[in-house]
């Protein structure tokens, strides 16, 4: 009986994703060009505080190729503009690209 609960979970998990994800390309797909960058900003910001272990290598590897040029400082802000980029480009990526054809409507 525990075996068959966790399969039901997985498929619940599995759905409700696919369900969230959807409903988040439909509302960027819907987004003005201008809001895209705003919004993914604001994405890769949540993305740069929920992150953490992602946000650690990215510090370490800033750190190991620029440590003796930058500051701490300027290290960080190199990462916090990383992640902001990242969540501007999967905005744009999912405003142009239709899940169900698989075509691009921006190319």
Do not use: P
């Amino acid at each position: 009986m525990g075996r068959r609960k966790s399969s039901l979970r997985k498929i619940f998990e599995v759905h409700l994703g696919n369900l969230l994800f959807k409903l988040w390309t439909f509302w960027v797909r819907h987004l003005s060009l201008e809001s895209l960058q705003f919004y993914g900003e604001k994405l890769g910001t949540i993305a740069l505080y929920l992150l953490r272990k992602r946000k650690k290598t990215a510090l370490g590897n800033l750190h190991l190729a620029l440590g003796g040029e930058k500051s701490q400082e300027e290290i960080e802000q190199i990462c916090r503009n990383s992640f902001k980029n990242i969540g501007k480009d999967m905005m744009e990526t999912v405003h142009c690209f239709d899940f169900q054809k698989t075509t691009s409507k921006c190319l």
